[in-house]
C-alpha cells in the first residue's frame, strides 16, 4: 500500500515537472541542483563573516602589547585536576571531526538508498554535535564562572618586562631559601578572584604565577616591581590582560557554537524527516542529506581556523 | 563518489578521519613542545615564526582535506569549484591589510597616550573686535 501511493506521488511529480528545456530549469548549472548550489554560495558568504571575526582578531591582537598565551588561559579539563594545556580542546576537536566522518557515512548510505544506514549515521552526528555543544558550555563556565573572563574583562596577562613581584605591605615576594620570586618579560600570570569596586573599577586579591618549580602558585597580592622598563624601580598594580581577548573569544566561539547548535537542530529534523521516509519519495539520493553535510562539514571547516588562532598561534 | 565502491568509500572515510585526526594530534603536541610544556625551552625568533607556519600550514591542509573530500568539492564541476574558491582569495588582501592596520595602531598607541595627556593652553581670545564685545570672553 505504502509502495504504491509513494510510486504514485513520484509519477506525478514526473507529470508536472516535464521539465527538461533549460527555461523550465531542466539545465543545472555547473550539474549542480538549485539547492546544493546555493548552499555552496551561503556557506561562501558564511566563510565571509567567520573570516571577518578572525582577521578582526587578528588586526587587535597586533595592535596590543601583550596578547594572552593560550595555553596558559585553556588549560583546564573536566575530571582532571591541575594544568593541562591545550589537552581538552583537542578533545574537542576530536569530537567535530568524528562527527564530520559520521556525516560523510550517512551521506554514502544515502547514495545508496538504504534509508536505516542513513538514519543511523544522523543520529552518531547529532550526538556529537551535542557532545561538542556540551564541552564548550564546560569551557564557558570554567572561563566565566572560576576565571573571571567575560566579554568585558580578561584576567590572563603577560608581563611587559622583567620583574619581581612584591607582597601587599610592599616587601619583594621571596621563595622559602630567601631568593626573589622573580619574573621575565612574557611570562603569564592570572588575577584571581576579581571583583568591582563602588567604582565599578576591577580589582584582584591575588595573582596566580609559575614558580621555579613550574607549579602554579597563587601570591596574596596583586603588585608588581619591574626590573626593566620606563617603569622600572617603581612598584605598580599589575595590570588586567587586554579586554578585548575576553571579547573576541567569547563572540567569535560563541558565533561557532550557534552554527553547531543550529547544525544540530536542522540534522535532528532531517534525521526524523529520512527516517520517516520522506526522501525515499523523491528518489535523489536522499539529496537533502548531501545539503546539511556541506554545512555541518563546513562547521567544522571554521573549527579547524578558530582551533588555529585562538588555541594554537 | 559513484565511481567508487561502497567498501572502497569506507575505507576512504576510515582513511581521513585518521589523517585528520593525526595532523591535529601532530599539531598540538608540537605546539606544546613550543611553549616548553614537554622539558624543551620556550620556541623564540626564528623558531616561533617556523612554528607560526608550521601550524598555519597543517591547519590549510586539513581545511583543503575537508573541501575537497568530505565536502566533494573534487567532484563538482570547474565551474562550481572555481565560483566557490576564487573569491576567498580577496582574503589574501584583508589579511595583509587589516593585520598592517593592527600593527600600525600597536605602533601609534605610545603617540595616543602622549596626545591624550598633553595639556593645551588655548590661544588668548581676541578682544575688542568690532562685532564682539571686549566682556564676552571675560569670566
Given amino acids: ?313 | 563518489m559513484s565511481h567508487q565502491s561502497y567498501e572502497e568509500q569506507k575505507r576512504f572515510v576510515v582513511r581521513g578521519l585518521i589523517l585528520l585526526g593525526i595532523i591535529t594530534l601532530v599539531e598540538v603536541f608540537v605546539a606544546l613542545l613550543a611553549k616548553g610544556h614537554l622539558g624543551m625551552e620556550k620556541w623564540e625568533g626564528a623558531m616561533h615564526y617556523l612554528y607560526m607556519l608550521a601550524m598555519v600550514s597543517a591547519s590549510l591542509y586539513k581545511a583543503y582535506f575537508i573541501v575537497f573530500f568530505f565536502m566533494h568539492m573534487a567532484h563538482e564541476v570547474r565551474g562550481l569549484a572555481m565560483s566557490v574558491l576564487m573569491p576567498t582569495l580577496l582574503l589574501v588582501w584583508a589579511i595583509i591589510a587589516f593585520f598592517q592596520e593592527g600593527s600600525s595602531w600597536g605602533a601609534s598607541r605610545e603617540k595616543i597616550k602622549e596626545k591624550n595627556e598633553q595639556v593645551v593652553t588655548p590661544a588668548a581670545p581676541k578682544t575688542g573686535h568690532l562685532l564682539v564685545p571686549s566682556t564676552t570672553y571675560k569670566g
Fill in chain 1, 1 to 313: 500500500m505504502a509502495d504504491t501511493s509513494v510510486k504514485h506521488a513520484h509519477e506525478t511529480h514526473e507529470h508536472d515537472s516535464d521539465n527538461t528545456g533549460s527555461w523550465e530549469g531542466g539545465t543545472e548549472p555547473f550539474k549542480a541542483s538549485y539547492g546544493k548550489l546555493m548552499m555552496w554560495y551561503f556557506l561562501l558568504s558564511d566563510a565571509f563573516t567567520f573570516a571577518g571575526f578572525l582577521i578582526a582578531y587578528g588586526a587587535l591582537r597586533f595592535s596590543m602589547p601583550t596578547w594572552p598565551e593560550p595555553d596558559w588561559v585553556f588549560a583546564t579539563a573536566p575530571f582532571l585536576k591541575g594544568h593541562w594545556p591545550l589537552i581538552f580542546v583537542t578533545f574537542m576537536t576530536f569530537v567535530l571531526i568524528f562527527s564530520s566522518v559520521t556525516m560523510v557515512r550517512a551521506v554514502q548510505e544515502g547514495h545508496r538508498e538504504n534509508k536505516n544506514g542513513v538514519v543511523f549515521w544522523m543520529v552518531m552526528t547529532v550526538l556529537g554535535g551535542a557532545v561538542f555543544l556540551g564541552c564548550q558550555a564546560y569551557e564557558w563556565t570554567t572561563l566565566i564562572a572560576h576565571e573571571d573572563m567575560t566579554i568585558r574583562q580578561n584576567p590572563f596577562g603577560r608581563h611587559s618586562y622583567d620583574g619581581v613581584y612584591v607582597m601587599a605591605d610592599g616587601k619583594e615576594a621571596s621563595y622559602p631559601d630567601g631568593s626573589p620570586i622573580s619574573f621575565k618579560k612574557g611570562d603569564n600570570y592570572t588575577m584571581h578572584h576579581v571583583t568591582r569596586d563602588a567604582n565599578n573599577e576591577l580589582k584582584a586579591e591575588g595573582l596566580l604565577y609559575k614558580n621555579k618549580e613550574h607549579d602554579i602558585v597563587e601570591l596574596p597580592s596583586t603588585k608588581i616591581k619591574y626590573t626593566s622598563g620606563p617603569d622600572a624601580g617603581r612598584t605598580i598594580e599589575a595590570p588586567f590582560g587586554p579586554k578585548a581577548f575576553g571579547a573576541l573569544f567569547f563572540f567569535i566561539t560563541g558565533f561557532h557554537g550557534f552554527h553547531v547548535f543550529s547544525g544540530v537542530l536542522f540534522l535532528a529534523i532531517i534525521a526524523i524527516n529520512a527516517a520517516s521516509g520522506l526522501y525515499v519519495s523523491r528518489r535523489n539520493g536522499y539529496e537533502m542529506i548531501e545539503k546539511i553535510g556541506l554545512y555541518w562539514h563546513f562547521v567544522d571547516l571554521v573549527w579547524v581556523f578558530v582551533f588555529l588562532v585562538f588555541y594554537l598561534l
